[in-house]
């Protein structure tokens, strides 16, 4: 599985991404302990949440979390089009804390950030 395990090795789930643009029913990602990477969907596999967004780099952004202080951290890792936190742009290698209800957009992709920890 991808991503770095958690203390022990077990991956803890911390939150997820929901997004409701391309399916009126909505579509979610978990996001677990240790680094989430996001970007455009490759057919070698590609990063941990693969977007079906052109617009999104191939290694566009990564969550990091840690279950155990109840924190979570979005971080650019060089994207094309950007990383936005509710509409600020981040630049590269700045990691921002995120929080339940945040609005993050990769590309042309929104999602609300729902964290089981913060």
Do not use: C, Y
């Not at 155990?68 to 600020?88: C, H, M, P, V, Y």
């Amino acid at each position: 599985m991808a991503g770095n395990p958690a203390v022990g090795g077990a991956r803890v789930l911390v939150g997820f991404l929901v997004t409701f643009q391309n399916d009126p029913g909505g579509s979610f990602w978990a996001v677990h302990s240790g680094r989430t990477q996001m970007g455009r969907a490759a057919a070698d596999g590609g990063p941990d949440i693969a977007l079906p967004d052109a617009s999104a780099s191939s290694r566009h952004a990564s969550i990091h979390a840690d279950p155990a202080t109840g924190q979570a951290f979005i971080e650019d890792d060089g994207s094309r089009n950007g990383t936005f936190l509710n509409e600020q742009r981040l630049t590269q290698g700045d990691r921002r804390q995120i929080r339940d209800n945040d609005r993050l957009r990769l590309g042309s992709t929104t999602f609300v950030v729902k964290l089981l920890v913060s």
